[in-house]
């Protein structure tokens, strides 16, 4: 609301500007955020000089974020499933990211209930601990395609190189290749620019867990290469973005960028130090790894009679 106060003088916005040091720094820190215009008679008073003057901030309307996001959980094997859907387009089209069996069902159900056109079914890469659920929901939707990296060397419809978009609707998720906890784990990210979701989100697989990362003792696994692509592929990503991984184990649901690089135990020391602390983990292997890693590099089930 604009003031009421009588012993208020306003002076042209010009004249304010340029006689007062204030006004000239407000603007330009409102020309630098560039969403900020500045008014001259209404809200935040103040007095300089014996004169009251009167500031506003208001932001241009924003386009409409178009983004459906769902975090679903598989609480066996403690994995994270992700939906995203274009919202803003008519047909809804949406992804999914590494489902599991054993909750493919309520996916395809989550995906009728509202209304979306599954395009993609995209693996970060062929897991160990658990049956990817991408064969029973081609089974039950027939349009969706599976993909994974082509490094995985695992079969499915789409094979996915470094850089690839892959769209639904106007949204889009680039991969980006993150080898060292299996060699062909990639991440993905949402686009980047005005149309695209703010922050960007990415999607580690289990090259990058919240305070952890994943193992290299086997699949290929070598932690040289998964703290490079960390450091490379992931924490060059603006801080504010949105870090979502594969598995939680400790019930964190979501991570940034910069929480991450400070806060990781393992991948915010240097390289010698990271390789140390991977090579004395002393895991045991994942319960499920001798039916899982088959059936995965295959995208998981493909005849739903044998479920
Ligand atoms: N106990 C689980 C397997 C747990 C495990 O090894 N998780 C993997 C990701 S799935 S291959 C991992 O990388 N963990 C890193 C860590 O620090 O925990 C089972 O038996 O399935």
């Known amino acids: 609301m604009c003031s009421s106060s009588s012993t208020a003088r306003f002076r042209p916005f010009q004249e304010t500007c340029t006689r007062n040091p204030i006004y000239m720094q407000a603007l330009a820190v409102a020309q630098h955020v560039n969403t900020v215009v500045l008014k001259v008679h209404c809200s935040l008073p103040f007095r300089v000089l014996g004169v009251q003057y009167f500031i506003s901030m208001t932001r241009p309307p924003k386009a409409q974020p178009s983004l459906l996001f769902r975090q679903l959980f598989e609480k066996e094997s403690s994995t994270y499933t992700y939906l995203l859907a274009d919202n803003a387009h008519p047909d809804r089209p949406a992804v999914l990211v590494d489902p599991v069996d054993k909750t493919a069902e309520r996916d395809a159900a989550l995906v009728e209930q509202l209304g979306l056109k599954l395009l993609y079914v995209m693996n970060t890469h062929v897991h160990a601990d658990h049956i990817t659920g991408t064969g029973i929901l081609k089974n039950k939707i027939p349009e969706v395609r599976s993909a994974i990296s082509r490094a995985s060397g695992a079969k499915a419809d789409l094979h996915l190189n470094a850089g690839e978009k892959i ?11 993150t080898p060292g906890h299996t060699k062909g784990c990639v991440t993905y990210v949402t686009g980047e620019g005005p149309d695209q979701p703010s922050p960007r989100m990415v999607f580690t697989g289990d090259a990058l867990l919240i305070r952890g990362c994943g193992r290299t003792d086997f699949q290929g696994g070598d932690a040289s290469q998964l703290y490079n692509s960390v450091h490379s592929q992931i924490f060059t990503l603006p801080k504010d973005t949105l870090v979502y991984p594969a598995h939680d184990y400790k019930g ?20 010698e130090e990271f390789k140390r602390i991977m090579k004395n983990l002393g895991l045991p292997y994942p319960k499920m790894i001798d039916v899982a890693l088959p059936s995965n590099m295959v995208c998981g089930v493909q005849d739903p009679v044998a479920t």
């Open 167 to 177: 769209y639904f609707g106007n949204l889009y998720l680039e991969v980006r290749p």
């Open 252 to 271: 964190h649901t979501v991570s940034t960028v910069g929480e991450e690089l400070k806060l990781n135990p393992r991948l915010s020391k240097d390289e």
